[in-house]
């Protein structure tokens, strides 16, 4: 199993397509949770930088909202969109609103959780503030769970995750990884 036996939906014209991942075969992705009112959001900015830099490559960032961490995301999808459009100048595909933890959570998710339980973390300051609000969410967390927003998978040309980057690592710190497998 890769990443391609998976479809997700995406927002097109006011209705929810459903899209093969398929359609990514033989790209570089980049698979990121975000949300719009995240301390965290900023990354919009660095992760926009990098897919303009390397789409002509073969990489592409897929972008799933979610609203599990502190309702985040509150908006709906065509909400979200506008806001990443206006804010951020974002050009890469967005997906439909999902969880990503719990019963209801994505079956693409869990795909991506069992593949790669633990992630890189980062250190420092902003490290310790997202361990505290992950403390503070109050929601158990089983094994392999996306602790927070901005948690990142890189898949390589062949549908496999190389790696997972806990939150607090930018964008701009996985962009050696992004060009080894280009």
């Known amino acids: 199993m890769n990443i391609y036996d998976f479809t997700v939906q995406q927002l ?60 985040q995301a509150k908006q709906d999808d065509a909400g979200i969109n506008q806001f990443c459009s206006l804010h951020y100048d974002t050009t890469f595909p967005r997906f439909r609103k999902i969880d990503v933890n719990g019963e209801n959570a994505a079956p693409l998710y869990t795909w991506l959780k069992q593949q790669r339980p633990d992630g890189r973390k980062a250190r420092g300051l902003m490290a310790m503030m997202l361990k505290l609000a992950t403390k503070a969410n109050g929601k158990s967390n089983e094994m392999g769970d996306i602790k927070w927003n901005f948690t990142k998978f890189l898949v390589d040309r062949n549908g496999h995750v190389v790696e997972r980057f806990e939150p607090a690592i930018t964008p701009e710190k996985i962009e050696s990884e992004i060009k080894k497998l280009i």
């Not at 097109?12 to 397509?17: E, L």
């Not at 899209?19 to 980049?30: D, E, R, T, W």
């Open 12 to 71: 097109n014209d006011d209705k929810y397509q459903e899209v093969s991942l398929a359609n990514y075969k033989g790209k570089v992705l980049l698979v990121v949770n975000t949300a719009t009112a995240c301390g965290l959001t900023p990354q919009y900015e660095a992760l926009e930088s990098l897919y303009r830099k390397y789409k002509d490559q073969g990489f592409e960032i897929l972008d799933f909202p979610c609203n599990q961490f502190r309702e």
